[in-house]
């Protein structure tokens, strides 16, 4: 190994600072967590909009108020289902409307001890002439079972057997699951005769 030998020079020479090119693997993995970043602000920083936890100032405080109990809840996604969808036709205000639906406010079909009959309306329909509070319609209303699962069925049944005055007990997921279960080689609408046939009490 002679003085003259390169390898000999380059290791006494002083290092230097100088520029080496940063690896494109390091640049993808910096965008990729940027990218996640921003993902990850997108979902949970509430479009950094104050307003979102307003008037509270943090999660513990909304918590503290958000509905816990089952019941709460079931209305809450009832109450859901009902304005964007069943309202249209019973009105927000659950009288009906004589060229589109009967009333949900008093009617004897919603306030059975059992909701054996409603839960069966829901799922399939209900066509041809029927009696609600005493005033007869002969229209129809379509199946919503491939709308809306058990839990959403319970809740919208629960909400109108417990608002505008109703009381009626709350309808469970389990009892829609049942009926589902019952009827779901069913492809029409049902009639009044065939659901008096079944048991409201
Ligand atoms: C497109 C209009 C329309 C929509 C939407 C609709 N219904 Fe009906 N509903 C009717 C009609 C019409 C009847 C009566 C059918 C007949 O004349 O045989 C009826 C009957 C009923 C009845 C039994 C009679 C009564 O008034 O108590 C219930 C209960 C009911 N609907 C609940 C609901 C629920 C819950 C929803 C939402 C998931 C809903 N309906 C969505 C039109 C509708």
């Not at 639906?101 to 409603?118: F, N, T």
């Not at 997921?173 to 065939?194: G, N």
Request: charged letters at 20%; proline letters at 8%; one cysteine or more.
């Amino acid at each position: 190994m002679s003085p003259n030998d390169p390898q000999t020079q380059r290791r006494d020479t002083e290092p230097t600072a100088g520029y080496s090119s940063v690896p494109m693997w390091l640049i993808v993995l910096l965008g990729l967590f940027f990218y996640w970043g921003l993902m990850y602000l997108n979902d949970n920083a509430g479009g950094f909009n104050a307003l979102v936890y307003a008037p509270f100032q943090n999660f513990e405080q909304v918590d503290a108020v958000q509905p816990k109990d089952e019941n709460q809840i079931a209305m809450l996604k009832g109450k859901r289902v009902f304005d964007s969808t069943c309202a249209l036709c019973h009105q927000p205000n659950g009288l009906g409307d004589p060229s589109k639906a009967p009333p949900l406010v008093g009617s004897e079909w919603v306030l059975a001890p059992k909701p054996d009959r409603i839960i069966r309306v829901v799922l399939d329909g209900l066509q041809g002439p029927v009696s609600v509070k005493n005033q007869q319609f002969n229209l129809a209303m379509a199946s919503w079972k491939t709308s809306f699962k058990d839990d959403e069925i319970a809740g919208v049944l629960s909400y109108i057997r417990h608002t505008w005055g109703n009381n009626a007990p709350m309808v469970k997921p389990e009892q829609v699951k049942e009926i589902r279960e019952k009827t779901k080689a069913r492809t029409q609408a049902w009639t009044a005769p065939e659901l008096q046939a079944v048991a409201d009490k």
